[in-house]
C-alpha cells in the first residue's frame, strides 16, 4: 500500500510502499478515505528532538483519519466490512488499575497509534476492534477526520461545568478555537480567545467566537472592563502550550477558578505558584480524550448541530501532502485534511 513513512532519522516525510499492517485476531483493518495533520505530525517531520527520542524509523505516522472496515480478525464481533468509522488513537492496556476501572484515558501504558505504533497516514491502518468509534451517517467524513483533535478539545471544555461561567481560552490554534465553540454551546456566559497570529485570530472572528483577542497588541485586563467583567474568570482552558499565556490565565482567573491544561509547554517553564495558591485555583491536566464519553459527546455536539467544517481551511489530494505540511507549518492554517481517494 502507499504509505507517508518517516523512514530516515532526518526532516521530512516520504511517499512509500509498504506492506498492508497484518490483522490480529482482535484488531480492525481499516481502507482510510481521509486523514488529517496533527501538530504531533509536525513535530515528526520537523524531526525535533521529541520526534528524535520517541518515533521508530521506518514506521508510518498519522492518526487523525475516517475510513471504511477493509477486514475484521477473527475474534472481531461487534464490527463488519464496510462500515464507515473513526477510531480512538490511544490505545490502553486493558490491565492496570485505571484501565480496570473504567479511566481508559487515564491508563499508564498507554501507546499512541502513528506515534509508538504504525498509522494513518496510508491507504490502511489497523487498530484494536476496542478503539473503532463508529461514524453516523449524518456525519461528513472530513469532520469524522478531525474527531481526535476535536476530542481534546471536548474533553478539554467538559472538565469543568461551563453553565453561566466566564471562561478563558488561551491559544487559537484549531483545539483552541474548537474548545471555545464547545464552551459557548454548554451554556457558559462569556467567552474569551487569545492568541498573537493574525490568521489565527481572523479564523476565531470567523467562527464568531465572542471575544478575539491579539495577546501581541491588547492587554486582557482592559478586555475583561470593557465587556463588563469585574472579578476574574471562572474557567480556564489553556490550548497554547505558551508560557506567557498560561502565566496571564493563572493572573486573570478569579478566586476559585478551574483550569484545564491542553497546550504543552516548553520543559521548565515557570509560574507564579503563590497566585495558584492564594486564588485557590484547580489546575488540571488533559491528555487525549476520554474513552468513549468523549467520543460520545463529539458525535451529540455536531448532530446537534455544532459545524466544524470552516476549521478545515485546507482539503487535499494525498500527492499534495508537501503543501499541506507546509501550511500547517506556516501556522497560518486550521485544519489540513488530506484525501486518500
Ligand atoms: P497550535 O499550535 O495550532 O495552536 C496553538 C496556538 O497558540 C497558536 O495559534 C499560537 O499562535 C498560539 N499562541 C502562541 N503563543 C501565544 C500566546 N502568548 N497567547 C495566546 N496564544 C498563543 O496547536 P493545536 O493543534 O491547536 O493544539 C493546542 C495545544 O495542545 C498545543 O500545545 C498542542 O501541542 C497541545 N495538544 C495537547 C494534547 C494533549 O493530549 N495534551 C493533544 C493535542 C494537542
Ligand atoms: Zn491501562
Known sequence: MKALVKSKPEVGLWMENVPVPEVGPNDVLIRVR????CGTDVHIWNWDQWAQKTIPVPMVVGHEFCGEIAEVGSAVTRYHVGERVSGEGHIVCGKCRNCRAGRGHLCRNTLGVGVNR???FGEFVCIPEANVVPIPDDIPDE????????????HTALSFDLVGEDVLVTGAGPIGIMGALVAKRSGARKVVITDINPHRLDLARRLGIDHVVDASKENLADVMKAIGMTEGFDVGLEMSGAAPAFRDMIDKMNNGGKIAILGIAPAGFEIDWNKVIFKMLNLKGIYGREMFETWYKMIAFVQG???LSPVITHRIKIDEFRDGFEAMRSGNSGKVVMDWN
Open 305 to 307: 448541530g455544532l459545524d
Open 34 to 37: 481521509k486523514s488529517a495533520i
Open 118 to 120: 504504525p498509522g494513518s
Open 143 to 154: 469532520i469524522a477526520a478531525i474527531f481526535d483533535p476535536f476530542g481534546n478539545a471536548v
